[in-house]
C-alpha cells in the first residue's frame, strides 16, 4: 500500500513532472474584520433548493456554478529557479531536474477567483511566489498581465490585481455557517483543462494536515469530497447560493491526483488577509501568546495523572509568554480554554483559526477553566512582536524575509561557542535572504544588524530593514554576511 502524500493543487504542467511529483514525495505547502475595500458581499438570490427540476431530493446547482464559473480565472506563472539553492519538493511540479546548474525558467498555472469588479484576485501563495511574470486569463478568453499585491506563506494565501473593469466577481459567504454535509462546489482549471466545476459535501471543519511549513502556520481547512486536481489551487469554493467559501489548496493521495479528498482555506481567513494586503501590504498578524495541546485520549493517557485532567475537550496551555496577550490577561500554564468569542476550542485548528482571522489591538473574550472552575478573560491581541498595533508596509517580517526554520539556541551549545544565546537555523527555505546568502543549516544567528539576537522571541521583535547577520556555525567557524539589495 502506498503512503499517503499531500500534494499541491496548483500546477498544471507536462506529464513527465506529475510523474517525478508522486514517486513518494511529501510536499509541504505550503485571520474577519469587516473589509473596507470593495469585495463583493453576499447578496440576494433565488432559492438554490427550488430549481427547475422539482422533483429531484438534491439542491439545484445551477445558479452557483453559471455564476461564479464567470469569475473563476487561470493563473500562468513563470519562475526563475537556480539548481543551486536548496532542493524544494516544490520543484518537481516546476519540472526542475534535480543536480543539474545553471538557472531555469519554470512555467506553471493555477486557478485564481475575481472578488471585486476592479481586477482584484485570490489565489494561492504557492501558484504565485517566486513568479517573474503573472498572467490571468478569464472565462470569457481575454488575457491581462497580473501584479501581485502581496503573498502570505502562513495561510497560503495571495492577491493580484490585474488592470480592467467592471468584472464579474464572486460575493463573500461565510465559512463559520458552513455545515457538514452542505452542498459544495469547486471551480477551476485541472490539469490544463478550460474551467471546470465538479461538486461535494463539506466532508470536515477545521482540518490540520501539517502541510504548510511556517512556524506561525495556520491550518484550519474545509475537507470537500469535491473532485480537485493540479490546476485547481487558488480556485473557488462556492456554496449552493454561489458564494465564496473557500479557496481551493491541497489535496490528499497516494497517486497524484484526485482520490476523494480536498481542502480549502475557509473564507475566514481568506478576508482577512485578503483586506491587510490590500489596505497596507502586510497581513496584520495576530497571536494569543501560549503554547497549547488539545485535550484529547492522547492527552489524559500521558498527562492526565500529571495535570489533573481526566476529560477529553479545550486545549491546555502548556506555556505562557512573558508580557504577551495572554499573560497580559491573566492566563495562566495550566489553564484549559474551553472557547473563543463563544467559539467552543477543542483541537488547534480551531484556535488557530479564531485567533488567524483577527488582527493586533482586537478584543477577544477567552472562556477557561482553572482549578475547577470558569473564568471569562478579556484578551487584547498583540502582533509578535508585543505590541496592540497594526504594522506599516516599512515594518519588516524577519523570520518570513529570512526564509527558514529557528529555534532558540540550547544553553549547552551556547557555552561550547562562548556566546551569550542565539537564534540556530534549523532550516533554509528557498527564495528568502538566507537561502540568496548562503547561509547553511546549523548557522547561529547572534546579531542583526548589529543588534543581540539572543532568543527567537529576539528574533520575532526585529523588525527593521537587514542589512547584516552576524554569527556562528557549531564548528566554531564565525561568519558575517552583508545582505545588498
Same mark, same amino acid.
Given at each position: 500500500m502506498r503512503k499517503n502524500i499531500i500534494v499541491i493543487a496548483a500546477v498544471a504542467l507536462g506529464a513527465a513532472t506529475m510523474g517525478a511529483a508522486t514517486s513518494g514525495i511529501v510536499t509541504h505547502l505550503l485571520n474577519k474584520p469587516q473589509p473596507t475595500t470593495t469585495i463583493v458581499e453576499r447578496v440576494e438570490i433565488p432559492n438554490v433548493y427550488t430549481g427547475s427540476n422539482t422533483n429531484t431530493q438534491y439542491p439545484d446547482l445551477t445558479f452557483a456554478a453559471e455564476n461564479s464559473v464567470k469569475a473563476v480565472v487561470s493563473i500562468e506563472v513563470r519562475k526563475q529557479i537556480s539548481s543551486r539553492q536548496p532542493i524544494?519538493?516544490?520543484? /518537481?511540479?516546476?519540472?526542475?531536474?534535480?543536480?543539474?546548474?545553471?538557472? #531555469?525558467?519554470?512555467?506553471?498555472?493555477?486557478?485564481?477567483?475575481?472578488?471585486?469588479?476592479d481586477g482584484y484576485i485570490v489565489t494561492n501563495n504557492h501558484v504565485v511566489e517566486g513568479a517573474s511574470t503573472v498572467k490571468v486569463k478569464l472565462a470569457d478568453g481575454r488575457a491581462f498581465d497580473g501584479k501581485v499585491v502581496g503573498c502570505d506563506p502562513s495561510t497560503d494565501v495571495a492577491l493580484i490585481k490585474i488592470e480592467a473593469s467592471n468584472l464579474t466577481a464572486i460575493p463573500f459567504g461565510s465559512s463559520d455557517d458552513l455545515r457538514l454535509g452542505e452542498w459544495v462546489l469547486a471551480i477551476g482549471y485541472p490539469m490544463g483543462l478550460q474551467s471546470t466545476v465538479t461538486a461535494g459535501i463539506v466532508s470536515a471543519k477545521a482540518r490540520s494536515l501539517g502541510a504548510i511549513d511556517n512556524r506561525y502556520g495556520i491550518e484550519s481547512f474545509i475537507q470537500t469530497d469535491a473532485a480537485v486536481n493540479p490546476g485547481n489551487s487558488g480556485g473557488a469554493l462556492v456554496n449552493a447560493r454561489g458564494e465564496l467559501v473557500g479557496i481551493n489548496t491541497i489535496i490528499k493521495t497516494s497517486t497524484g491526483s484526485y482520490v476523494g479528498y480536498s481542502f480549502a482555506v475557509p473564507e475566514s481567513i481568506v478576508r482577512k488577509v485578503v483586506v491587510d494586503l490590500k489596505e497596507s501590504g502586510v497581513v496584520q498578524r495576530a497571536v494569543l501568546g501560549v503554547s497549547f495541546r488539545?485535550?484529547?485520549?492522547? /492527552?489524559?493517557?500521558?498527562?492526565?495523572?500529571?495535570?489533573?485532567?481526566?476529560?477529553?475537550?479545550?486545549? #491546555?496551555?502548556?506555556?505562557?509568554?512573558?508580557?504577551?496577550?495572554?499573560?497580559?490577561?491573566?492566563?495562566?500554564?495550566?489553564?484549559?480554554?474551553?472557547?473563543?468569542?463563544?467559539?467552543?476550542?477543542n483541537d488547534s485548528a480551531t484556535l488557530l483559526e479564531q485567533i488567524g482571522k483577527r488582527r493586533p489591538g482586537d478584543k477577544i473574550k477567552v472562556d477557561v477553566e482553572r482549578n475547577g472552575k470558569s473564568h471569562t478573560l478579556d484578551v487584547t491581541l498583540q502582533n509578535k512582536s508585543g505590541q496592540a498595533k497594526l504594522l506599516t508596509a516599512e515594518d519588516v517580517d524577519v523570520s518570513a524575509l529570512l526564509g527558514g526554520k529557528f529555534t532558540t539556541a540550547s544553553a549547552k551549545l551556547c557555552k561550547e561557542l562562548d556566546i551569550r544565546g542565539g537564534v540556530q537555523v534549523t532550516k533554509v527555505s528557498a527564495n528568502g535572504l538566507m537561502q540568496r546568502a548562503r547561509i547553511r543549516e546549523g548557522f547561529i544567528i547572534t546579531h542583526i544588524n548589529d543588534k543581540a539576537i539572543l532568543s527567537v522571541e529576539d528574533l520575532d521583535k526585529f523588525s527593521n530593514k537587514i542589512s547584516s547577520i552576524d554569527g556562528i556555525y557549531p564548528n566554531g567557524r564565525a561568519a558575517s554576511y552583508m545582505i545588498v539589495e
Open positions: 524544494d519538493p516544490f520543484q /518537481f511540479f516546476f519540472g526542475i531536474p534535480e543536480g543539474m546548474g545553471g538557472a #531555469y525558467q519554470a512555467q506553471a498555472g493555477g486557478s485564481g477567483v475575481i472578488i471585486s469588479n488539545a485535550i484529547d485520549q492522547q /492527552f489524559i493517557d500521558e498527562m492526565g495523572e500529571e495535570t489533573g485532567i481526566k476529560t477529553i475537550g479545550g486545549v #491546555y496551555v502548556a506555556s505562557v509568554v512573558d508580557e504577551g496577550s495572554a499573560a497580559k490577561a491573566g492566563i495562566r500554564k495550566g489553564d484549559v480554554i474551553r472557547s473563543i468569542e463563544g467559539v467552543k476550542i
